[in-house]
């Protein structure tokens, strides 16, 4: 079955600087990759997919990219502000997201004021 | 914006027991799921249910587990005889036919002691 790796599994940046997070995954099946950020207690919420048609897709200040033939996929997040602390999870699904989703370990971001 | 509800918030049973989770999906929405996240590691997959049966089920997902979707709105996960290890957050989520997103609860925290 698919195996997602993530990392790090923490992160810290200056309010202001970027953050990359990694993912890699193994089943060359897999064609649809969203990120989900989570806060304390509260549901995973999608913030940005991607499809594997695409390298790259940006929404404002959160941008993800892929590297099909690598099998690895990274969220960028630009100018960070304290809100987006929280815990960000990769996944990977195949047949576009109608498969189940099998996520990352995890990265907590902290933003440092 | 539409939501995926979840009762109860917090369940807290003893080992042994039988527990009923309940969801109620978008109501617009044909694909449901549970995913299970014990505190501090990633979220899992359970169980995938479409057109009112089990369409993918996770190692997890063992005899001790059961779904339904009782009156065509509420969809439950049972557990029937609770142990320890099954103290996590359940995650109910659903998605339209189509789409690539999906919508999770808010989640039901339950405790087994």
């Known amino acids: 079955g698919e195996n997602v790796e993530q990392h790090p599994s923490t992160l810290s940046v200056q309010e202001g600087d970027s953050a990359v997070i990694k993912c890699t995954y193994s089943?060359?099946?897999?064609?649809?990759f969203p990120w989900y950020k989570q806060e304390l207690g509260k549901r995973p919420q999608l913030i940005i997919d991607?499809?594997?048609?695409?390298g790259e897709k940006k929404d404002q200040r959160i941008a993800v990219t892929l590297n099909k033939t690598a099998k690895h996929f990274s969220l960028h997040i630009t100018e960070t502000q304290p809100e987006d602390s929280a815990v960000y999870f990769c996944a990977a699904s195949a047949n576009f997201g109608n498969e189940k989703l099998t996520f990352g370990t995890g990265t907590r971001l902290t933003i440092i004021p | 914006e539409p939501e995926v509800t979840q009762t109860p918030s917090h369940q807290v049973t003893q080992m042994g027991q039988e527990v009923i989770l309940r969801c109620v999906p978008i109501s617009n929405h044909l694909y449901f799921y549970w995913y299970r996240q014990i505190l501090g590691q990633k979220v899992e997959f359970l169980v995938s249910?479409?057109?009112?049966?089990?369409?993918?089920k996770s190692e997890i997902f063992d005899d001790q587990f059961s779904v339904e979707r009782p009156d065509g709105s509420n969809f439950t996960l049972k557990i029937r005889s609770t142990k320890l290890e099954d103290s996590a957050m359940y995650f109910c989520?659903?998605?339209?036919?189509?789409?690539?997103?999906?919508?999770f609860g808010s989640g039901t925290r339950l405790t087994v002691v």
């Open positions: 989520a659903s998605r339209v036919q189509g789409t690539y997103g999906y919508t």
């Open positions: 249910f479409y057109n009112n049966e089990i369409s993918e």
């Open positions: 991607i499809r594997s048609n695409v």
């Open positions: 089943d060359s099946a897999s064609n649809y």
